[in-house]
């Protein structure tokens, strides 16, 4: 076994030669005795010993609570400290600078070597710490993720390598400090600071996880970036009331969404143009519907997802008529009941077209079933109440109205007004209910109004 080496710092020869004397027998080495503040720290650095005996109170400007300070926080050695004193105040001081251990003068041998061992085991445990900390920080630091630790006061307690790199700083800067303090060097120039508090303090005081699905940062080149984070409460040893949050750079995902959203609309309006040159009598019509479906949407406080893929089904819900003979589509007088059976046949045409295009909502059943009715007399399956899709309900009331108040080729326009008693006296019976309720309120409070 490698004989450990022992600093004594003591200015009391008589007692540094005594203990050094027990030492020696108990077999470890003791390269040196020194008796002040300013050796200790100069022996430390060049003697790297394995532990060091250091007494509180010896000679020199720089006492032993000080020197084990500094010891400390530049060469890691353990320190044992000796003292003639029990008064809790000088140990509070003696505390700060995280002692392995403390001997009051005078002490028996077996004392002496008990303290030692136990300050020796201390030491390995907390260097193997030291050492699976660092090692799990390396592996946080190579994560492109963002991942960081925050108090209760928002402050950093830990950021990895590609966190800091944001902030246009290291993980060291940004320990201590809060994004408000750290936001003007950074590269981010535009951040909703209010947002980021009133989540962290619902992670942290609600002890829940939040979800940020989608959160953009400008940058200071003018580049916008895009974020999904997770902010979880955490249980700390040393510090209660954190957070662990995780930001995932979703920037490339959102452009790619943006790239094929755009696609998805211009393949849109491309299908539109050519129901439009087909049946110039419903020129329109379309985008009409589309407007007021999106207002009713809104109204009833529809969720984003469902109103985008609403957009989408109102803007195309009579595609399938470009199955249908263009002479009846703009015939000036009634449709004979075959010319109409053939008309009812769009919503399965529009369905069979739309079902190949592959949307990220439902755009196919919604076209499908917006000539559905609640009690079940729509066609072309017959659904009824809750079975259809609220997209479809919406744009059935959409439909019927826009189409009322406008001009058609077998008869004028028969007003606003007409269309508004329509749907309000079907209400419950052809017409979901709430849709119709949002529609008229839209109307009636002049929140929505058709332009030409």
Request: glycine content about 4%; overall charge negative.
């Amino acid at each position: 076994m490698e004989t450990r080496t022992i600093l004594i710092v003591e200015d009391e020869k008589i007692i540094a030669e005594d203990i050094k004397s027990t030492l020696v027998k108990f077999n470890y080495k003791i390269p040196d005795i020194v008796g002040n503040g300013e050796k200790a720290i100069k022996k430390a650095k060049e003697l790297k010993p394995d532990l060091i005996l250091m007494d509180i109170m010896i000679e020199g400007s720089i006492n032993g609570i000080e020197a084990a300070k500094r010891i400390n926080r530049e060469f890691e050695i353990p320190i044992v400290f000796l003292t003639a004193y029990s008064d809790e105040k000088i140990l509070e001081q003696a505390a700060e600078s995280s002692p392995f251990g403390y001997l009051i003068k005078p002490f028996e041998d077996r004392e002496l070597r008990a303290t030692i061992e136990m300050a020796f085991y201390k030491s390995k445990m907390e260097k193997r710490l030291r050492k699976n900390r660092n090692f799990l920080l390396k592996v946080i630091d190579t994560v492109p993720n963002n991942i960081f630790v925050k108090d209760k006061d928002g402050k950093y307690l830990m950021v990895n390598d590609s966190f800091a790199e944001l902030y246009n700083t290291t993980p060291k800067e940004m320990v201590g400090k809060t994004d408000r303090e750290l936001i003007a060097r950074s590269k981010i120039k535009d951040i909703d600071l209010e947002s980021i508090t009133k989540d962290d303090f619902n992670v942290i005081h609600g002890k829940k996880k939040v979800l940020i699905p989608e959160e953009s940062f400008s940058l200071d080149n003018g580049e916008k970036i895009w974020f999904q984070t997770t902010k979880v409460p955490l249980d700390s040893p040393d510090i209660s009331d954190v957070l662990l949050g995780v930001s995932i750079d979703i920037t490339e995902l959102k452009n790619s969404f943006s790239r094929l959203q755009t696609l998805m609309e211009e393949t849109v309006n491309g299908l539109v143009l050519a129901v439009e040159k087909r049946d110039p009598y419903t020129a329109g019509h379309q985008r009409r519907v589309s407007l007021l479906s999106n207002a009713i949407a809104e109204k009833l406080g529809l969720e984003k997802s469902r109103a985008d893929g609403l957009r989408i089904a109102s803007i195309v819900h009579d595609i399938g008529k470009i199955n249908v003979p263009s002479e009846i589509l703009s015939k000036p007088g009634i449709l004979t009941n075959a010319e109409f059976a053939l008309i009812k046949t769009h919503p399965q045409a529009g369905f069979e077209i739309l079902s190949i295009i592959n949307f990220p909502w439902p755009v196919a059943e919604i076209v499908l079933q917006h000539q559905e009715r609640i009690d079940g007399s729509g066609y072309p399956n017959g659904l009824k109440s809750n079975e259809i899709l609220i997209e479809a309900r919406i744009i059935s009331v959409a439909d019927v109205v826009e189409a009322i108040a406008s001009h058609r080729p077998y008869r004028p326009s028969l007003g606003l007004a007409s269309a508004l008693e329509e749907i309000e006296s079907m209400k419950g019976i052809l017409y979901d209910k709430n849709v119709v309720d949002a529609c008229l309120e839209l109307f009636k409070n002049k929140e929505f109004s058709f332009q030409d």
